[in-house]
């Protein structure tokens, strides 16, 4: 099977985004923490808990914004073929979906404010069975994507 990558850009429009979340996060979390609660707090056992806790989570959500973008662009491919859409992606649990043509239902392109900047759309795949998606793709290679997709299905609706 010939597998496709996702397009680079995806790494800059994920990290962007999950920066912008660890920015608004992290305010929230200070705020609520060490301006609200910790003032509170008198045990000095309990603060020291709090701080330990609030290094590893910080710790994980740096890792999670400027690492795990570049190891979950490596993992994402997908293969289109006439019958059958096939995804595979993940980090520490590696998926592999295998998507029937004549099971989708309907799919649709969508932009968010990021992904617009890059010139990058993603292809949400409705099933019976849920919701998949082929991120970051350029948008020239989403829309010929779900042309493509629309003809086969609609070509499989015509056979049945």
Do not use: C
């Not at 609200?36 to 910080?58: A, E, G, Q, R």
């Not at 099971?103 to 990058?120: A, E, M, S, T, W």
């Amino acid at each position: 099977m010939n597998y496709k990558r996702i397009d680079k850009k995806a790494v800059k429009a994920w990290i962007i985004a999950r920066a912008i979340f660890l920015i608004i996060f992290g305010i929230m979390y200070f705020i609520g923490i060490y301006v609200l609660l910790m003032p509170t707090i008198n045990d000095v056992s309990v603060k020291y808990v709090i701080n330990i806790f609030t290094v590893l989570i910080m710790g994980y959500l740096m890792i999670y914004t400027f690492l795990f973008p570049f190891i979950e662009y490596k993992e994402w491919k997908y293969s289109i073929s006439n019958d059958k859409i096939e995804l595979i992606h993940g980090i520490f649990i590696r998926k592999k979906i295998i998507i029937p043509i004549n099971r989708l239902q309907f799919l649709d392109v969508n932009q968010g404010p990021i992904h617009r900047k890059y010139k990058l759309s993603t292809i949400r795949l409705n099933t019976a069975g849920g919701l998949h998606e082929i991120p970051a793709l350029t948008n020239e290679e989403a829309e010929s994507i779900s042309k493509n997709l629309a003809k086969v299905v609609k070509a499989g609706e015509d056979i049945d």
